[in-house]
């Protein structure tokens, strides 16, 4: 057998995935996130269209959005493994583009809103479209980068909680550049554990690179509506 489709050791001694493993899940991740965003504009869209969203309290908004989110995640890792993995998580998707509609509308409420929107957009796919570039081009090992990636994010939720009472405009520009560049060094490092077969189930795969791009596109979002809305 050609050795390099044959699974190779990884630094702690177990196999790694070979090479047409790797490239089946990088190439279904692909796929699942591609289809994620169905549900995640028409949770977007209801969301907007019938104000459920806005009728929330920023309290209660928020211990519904992190109540659910969590929720969700932990059915989608216990399910990953069975055919119920895949409607899960589109359900997931379909919750997170709900809770996303207060933002959005937020947004389009402004007289370029549609055009922030459309900007928000085409900055998280060339953010997506460059680290999954830089993930081919990168040889080494950037595994580790994953838990000071995580400390940071942990580190924005909080100070994200806080935000939510404190209204602070300067902060939460603040939080949204912190966030997009966090975000996106977690696409690069969750595509590149897909392309080193340290991640070899691509629900879980797409779940992380899902969140990433979520943050990303929320963040840019509200940096655009708050640097660059305009009422009239």
């Given at each position: ?208 690179v899902y969140l990433s791009l979520y943050n990303v ?16």
């Open positions: 057998m050609n050795s390099s489709q044959s699974a190779y050791p990884s630094s702690f001694g177990a196999p790694l995935a070979s090479v047409q493993e790797r490239n089946r899940v990088l190439r279904n991740t692909y796929w699942l996130l591609a289809l994620s965003m169905v549900p995640t504009v028409l949770g977007a869209w209801l969301g907007v269209a019938t104000g459920l969203t806005r009728a929330l309290s920023p309290g209660i908004g928020l211990m519904v959005f992190l109540g659910g989110a969590f929720g969700f995640m932990y059915a989608i890792e216990k399910t990953k493994n069975s055919a119920a993995g895949v409607p899960v998580l589109l359900a997931f998707t379909f919750f997170m583009g709900l809770m996303l509609s207060r933002l959005v509308g937020s947004v389009l409420g402004l007289s370029n809103g549609a055009s922030l929107v459309m900007t928000a957009f085409a900055g998280t796919g060339g953010i997506f479209l460059g680290m999954a570039m830089l993930s081919t081009v990168i040889k080494r090992d950037i595994s580790a980068m994953g838990k000071w990636l995580f400390v940071g994010a942990i580190g924005l939720l909080v100070v994200g909680i806080a935000n939510v009472f404190i209204q602070s405009s300067a902060l939460m520009m603040t939080l949204s550049v912190a966030a997009i560049g966090i975000f996106s060094a977690f696409i690069l490092h969750d595509l590149k554990r897909v392309k080193d077969g340290l991640e070899t189930n691509y629900i879980s795969a797409t779940l992380g596109f929320q963040s840019l979002l509200a940096l655009l509506g708050i640097a660059g809305g305009r009422d009239e």
